[in-house]
């Protein structure tokens, strides 16, 4: 009687033990995914510092369920093959430059006649921007979901020697564009020869005489990249460049739980507030980086970068029509005249 009671007593026990296993494993926190990502530059861009944000952020806000290892540079590849491992789902979460690769539509990445001052840049690559709601729109089909973005600035063009004064140039110098048919009708349109070229190709191209200038260049990339071998920075604002950032893979964040999506997409909009502190101002610093550099920096005029703009929007829009669709380039038309 003694011996069953006694076994009796121990399988209640061995019972209690296992249900107070179980409701602990349902209230311990899930592990810690660990999400290491190359920030692409150094330790000093604005891209670096949002991701490092973004990293903080994320953790905070998911009790350390979500940790974010910011590596400096590329150190798991080229920017454009992550992108692509982010959107087919190779990778859950990095630092991505989204490109048509991926999506022809994502040609609107690069393209011009968007903005010509900061304030304008602001109210469509800022925390809030539209023409990322478009990017996430295109993400919803291609597989990604932008959720920091950092502001890199206004496109410039670094000249081997003298630059146009004006545009359209009446020389027609030629410079090197990204192989994108948008781009190509806007140099054309600028007064250009258009050169495609891979961009692993241009800086000995530039340096030989091969092309006379490099398209596409902020300040901060000619200041730091180019400003040993050209003469003349044409500041011409032909378009913005602020869609690198931090995405992550739909069909991932599409399966955590909304307390962690809301998490993520709070990170993010802290990340790209913090990268657009100062943003126009540290544009200026790297101009005058250039100038301390012994390179000529030509700006012109409000009215003649409002005149950019309308040129780019009448030489590039219609092939980027061509390229995307009517849906999203009537979406981005909307946005630019609201």
């Known amino acids: 009687m003694t011996t069953c009671s006694n ?3 121990s399988k209640w026990k061995v019972a209690v033990l296992l249900a107070g ?7 311990m926190p899930a592990h810690a995914e660990n999400f290491p990502v190359g920030t692409i530059f150094g330790k000093d861009h604005v891209l670096t510092h949002m991701t490092e944000k973004f990293a903080e952020s994320a953790k905070e806000k998911t009790n350390g369920d979500i940790v974010v290892q910011v590596r400096l540079g590329n150190p798991f590849g080229d920017v454009y093959q992550i992108s692509k491992q982010v959107a087919n789902g190779q990778r859950k979460l990095d630092v991505v430059v989204m490109s048509s690769e991926i999506d022809k539509r994502l040609a609107i990445g690069l393209m011009g006649g968007l903005v010509s001052d900061y304030d304008q840049a602001y109210k469509l690559y800022g925390p809030d921007g539209t023409f990322l ?4 729109d295109i993400g919803d089909e291609a597989g990604y979901k932008m959720l920091g973005w950092a502001p890199t600035g206004f496109g410039g063009i670094c000249f081997r020697k003298e630059a146009p004064e004006t545009l359209p140039s009446e020389t027609k110098y030629k410079v090197r564009v990204a192989p994108y048919k948008g781009m190509i009708a806007r140099f054309e349109r600028l007064g250009f020869s258009a050169v495609p070229m891979p961009y692993s190709e241009t800086f000995t191209a530039l340096q030989t005489g091969a092309i006379d200038a490099k398209g596409a260049c902020p300040a901060q990339e000619a200041a730091q990249e180019f400003a040993d071998i050209i003469e003349t920075y044409l500041y011409s604002r032909d378009y913005f460049e602020g869609i690198m950032g931090v995405a992550v893979n739909k069909k991932w964040f599409d399966g955590l739980s909304k307390e962690t999506q809301e998490a993520l997409i709070k990170a993010g ?3 790209t507030t913090l990268a657009w502190e100062g943003a126009e101002a540290r544009e200026e610093k790297f101009l005058k980086q250039l100038e301390d550099k012994n390179v000529k920096v030509v700006r012109l005029s409000a009215d003649q970068y409002e005149e950019v703009k309308k040129m780019t929007q009448e030489s590039e829009w219609p092939v980027l029509r061509e390229t995307i669709g009517d849906e ?4 981005i038309e909307k946005i630019v005249s609201d």
Do not use: C, S
Request: net charge negative; no cysteine; glycine share 4%.
């Open 269 to 271: 909009h802290e990340a």
């Open 7 to 9: 076994r009796q007593f």
């Open 21 to 27: 296993m179980g409701m602990l494993q349902y209230a």
């Open 328 to 331: 999203i380039m009537d979406k």
């Open 133 to 136: 709601e478009v990017m996430n």
